[in-house]
Every structure is written in structure tokens, then in C-alpha cells.
């Protein structure tokens, strides 16, 4: 296993991060508890000391699985990450509250890496008015929590803005060779490791979607470029290239991908990618980009809709499902993400979002073929 070090601390962390979201599962949809320790063991023992987790994985499972893990170990190996679920935070107190109950679960007296989850525009700005630096200062003081972070899901203006507003030791950020422009992206990344911020990729293979299908297009640059590679080390070899970032982190769901992740980490090194392959992932991105049916950025002028649709959120999805070829999951997706009384199917044409989009996009002809497009998903694929 090779190591980086953590920037601010003499933490020298596994290139490869345990992503506790993915676990394998039962029937019934718990965690298949034999399993996963299995897999924890097995990564332990090969050298893998950063152990990721968070309040809500596997409804709530994930923690304690992790805890019964830790107290079967050695724990001063590893270093334990959870974050604060900030969405469910009212209260100053909330905070104290939440952060005893995790370290509870996890059977453990401090956490090294402790993160406010998820950080958006409205979460953020909910955090600082429940003055949440004095919540972490004051854990940190007490040896409750060892380095302060945060991870993101907004786009690269609110990422500067909550960089910029403390001495963060840490963030998690989605980080692959498709999103270099999406949420904080590379720009987002270069600012964290300018202000000596360590960084925890995470989605490197954008929650599988980089692995399969991959539209024939796309196979045949890589299958000409790289014939002997594959997805999933192409995907976190543009990751370990990047020399200020900490840890990749996985989310495995069998030994079969956590074998394969520690064998790639075993070649893990910075400024490994010539100039050369770094053209074939900026054409692959091309590719990729070339193959968006709606160019909407996402900017949410157009809302509200007085109908209700969720203008935004149906592109995006549609958008996903024909740039990845993937209809099916991404109909899924749809059930999941865009709430019912927001579909595209709900749109009744009546024109008032059309001045607001800078973007001059036709948005009730394009949400008539979203409609369209997601018609057939089947009651039964709700979950
Ligand atoms: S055209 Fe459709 S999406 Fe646009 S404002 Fe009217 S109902 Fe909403
Ligand atoms: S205004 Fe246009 S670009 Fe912005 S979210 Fe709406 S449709 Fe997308």
C-alpha cells in the first residue's frame, strides 16, 4: 500500500480509502454483517487505514457496522471519518447531540476525520448561523474529533465561498476525469490543496457510471488509446496523478472490487500521466460532453415554476441517462430523485420559465420529450 500524507497533520494515509456506503446486502436489504467485515479485515490487513463512513449509509447501519469493526482491531491503526448530517441539524445542541450518538456507534472515544456532510448553499448557510465552528472547536478542544473538514454537493462559487471562510484541514469532493467542471471540479481542488487543505476524492468512477455501459464511441477511443486497460484503472489512475489528492475513496461493494482497488493502489503515483494520455481523458470528456442533449447549466433562473416542475432536475437526469446510455438506471434514478409532483410530465406549457433561462433553452418542448422519455418508467422500480 503507498501513503500521502495528510497536509496538516503527520497522518499518513492509505492512497486508498474504505468507502463504508456500499456494503454488500441481505435480502432484506440490511447489511450483510459476515460480509463486510470480511471485507474490512481484508482491507486492514492489506494496509488500508482510512475507514469512511457517515450517520445515514445503509439507513443508518453503516456506523455501528463499522464500530463492531474497530473493536476487533487494533483502533490507533486506522483513522475513522464521519460527518455531521448537517440536514438534520435544528439546534447548536443538535450538533454536541449528534456527534456523542456517532461516537457511540462506532464504540470509539475520538474521530480523526470529522466532516459536515454534504455542505450545499442552504446547509451552509444554516451551519453558520448555528455558529457551527464553535461546535467544532469546542469538540476538537476535548479530543472528541482530531481534524475538521467538510464534504460538497454544490457548484464551485459556494465551494470557494465555505473554503475561504475557515482554516479547514480537510474536504471530500467529487473528483473523476468526467466532472472536472461539475460542483467544486478542478478548480474546487486546486483552491483546497493552494490553502493546504488535504483532499478525499470521492466517485471516482461517478457511482459506476464510468465503468458501464460505455457508449460505442467512447470504447472505441479507449479500446485504440489504452487497449490493455480498463475502466476502473483508468478511472482511479487520473485520480492518483493528481499529487494533492490524500485519498481516494471507494466504495466497495464485494472482495472481487476490493481486491482489484488494492491492486491498482499498489502503482498509485503522482504526475504518473504524460501529456499524452491527459489528451485522451480531455477527449474522452469531449466525447462525453458532446453526447448532453440539453446544455442546461443548472442555474435554477427559471424556477419557481408556478406548476411546480422541477426544471433543473428532470434535465438532469435525462441529460445522464442519453450522455451514459443508460436508460434503465437512470429511470431509476428518476423515481428517486425527481419527486412526483415535479416531473416533466407535469409541465403544462405554458411559457412563463422561457425568458428566465440564459441559455434560450425551449424548456416545455425539451421537458414534452423528458415526459416522453421517462413515460415507461414502471411503478415497480419505485423504491
Ligand atoms: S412551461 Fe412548463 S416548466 Fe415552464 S413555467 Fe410553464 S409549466 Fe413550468
Ligand atoms: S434557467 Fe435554463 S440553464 Fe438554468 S436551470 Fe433553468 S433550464 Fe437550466
Redesign the pocket.
Known sequence: MQYREMPKSQDRLSVLGFGCMRFPTLADGKIDEAKALEMLHHAFENKVNYFDTAWPYHNEESEPLLGKFLAQIDRSKVYVATKLPCWLIQSHEDMDKYLDLQLQRLGTSYIDYYLLHALGKKSWANMKKLKVFEFLERARAAGKIRHIGFSFHDSYSVFKQICLSYDWDFCQIMLNYLDTHYQAGIRGFELAVSRGMGVIAMEPLRGGKLISPIPPEIAKIWQREDPEGDQVARATRWIWNLEGATVLLSGMSNQAQLKQNLLLSKSAKANCLSEKDLKVYKRIRREYIKRIPILCSECRY?LP?????A?PSNFGVYNEAVMFSDPDRHRKEYQWFVPEAGRAD?????????PKCPHHIE??TE?RKVAEFFKAAPDEQKV
Open positions: 427559471c415554476c408556478p406548476f411546480g416542475v426544471i407535469k409541465c403544462t406549457q405554458c411559457g412563463a420559465c422561457l424548456i416545455p421537458l
